[in-house]
T-cell receptor, first 114, second 112 residues
Framework: DVKVTQSSRYLVKRTGEKVFLECVQDMDHENMFWYRQDPGLGLRLIYFSYDVKMKEKGDIPEGYSVSREKKERFSLILESASTNQTSMYLC?????????????FGNGTRLTVT | AQSVTQPDIHITVSEGASLELRCNYSYGATPYLFWYVQSPGQGLQLLLKYFSGDTLVQGIKGFEAEFKRSQSSFNLRKPSVHWSDAAEYFCAVAHNNNDMRFGAGTRLTVKP
């Protein structure tokens, strides 16, 4: 079974802090994604990556950056956390070609910025 | 900009009634289309997907969806809803082989 592991289930940070959210998948998937989920807004794509060191902006990249130095790990970085970044963050991975398998999600990290 | 639109934020149906959840997408070419379901406190589960071929696709839990190119739609249907179907439903689209974008979701309430 594919496992996507997010390092923290709950996180509380202060405004202005640099925050790292880590995601590791164990099935050699090429594609990895970071979403944030907010009530009424669904899942919004922050960044995605289709290969090591490759990254693409999603719909809401402002205030975020990502790192993919190894195939299994995709990190989301909040350069200077703000209260409007309080949200549920979901990491997902996918094997190419994408029509052969579903997205596999981590359990999510609920981040609160105070 | 959102490329997937789910016009209904919340739908309530009676148990045993039929269900249709709407989804519209805005890509020019034929995209890859998906429906996911998220039960309260749970992760997202894939219900069904469309890539090509037959425009009516069958999924798990008795769900089906129909791709209509002329309407840029991919609506989800179920002939008879069960109380356990109460959840949030997300339509998703991938316009190439790399990204995946979701709609805002439709919350389904099932009345006894």
């Amino acid at each position: 079974d594919v496992k996507v592991t997010q390092s923290s289930r709950y996180l509380v940070k202060r405004t202005g802090e640099k925050v790292f959210l880590e995601c590791v998948q164990d099935m050699d998937h090429e594609n990895m994604f970071w979403y944030r989920q907010d009530p009424g807004l669904g899942l919004r794509l922050i960044y995605f990556s289709y290969d090591v060191k490759m990254k693409e902006k999603g719909d809401i990249p402002e205030g975020y950056s990502v790192s993919r130095e190894k195939k299994e790990r995709f990190s989301l970085i909040l350069e200077s956390a703000s209260t409007n970044q309080t949200s549920m963050y979901l990491c997902a991975s996918l094997r190419q070609p994408l029509y052969n398998s579903p997205l596999h999600f981590g359990n999510g990290t609920r981040l609160t910025v105070t | 900009a959102q490329s997937v639109t789910q016009p209904d934020i919340h739908i309530t149906v009676s148990e045993g009634a039929s269900l249709e959840l709407r989804c519209n997408y805005s890509y020019g070419a034929t995209p890859y289309l998906f429906w996911y379901v998220q039960s309260p406190g749970q992760g997202l589960q894939l219900l069904l997907k469309y890539f090509s071929g037959d425009t009516l696709v069958q999924g798990i839990k008795g769900f089906e969806a129909e791709f209509k190119r002329s309407q840029s739609s991919f609506n989800l249907r179920k002939p008879s809803v069960h109380w356990s179907d109460a959840a949030e439903y997300f339509c998703a689209v991938a316009h190439n082989n790399n990204d995946m974008r979701f709609g805002a979701g439709t919350r389904l309430t099932v009345k006894p």
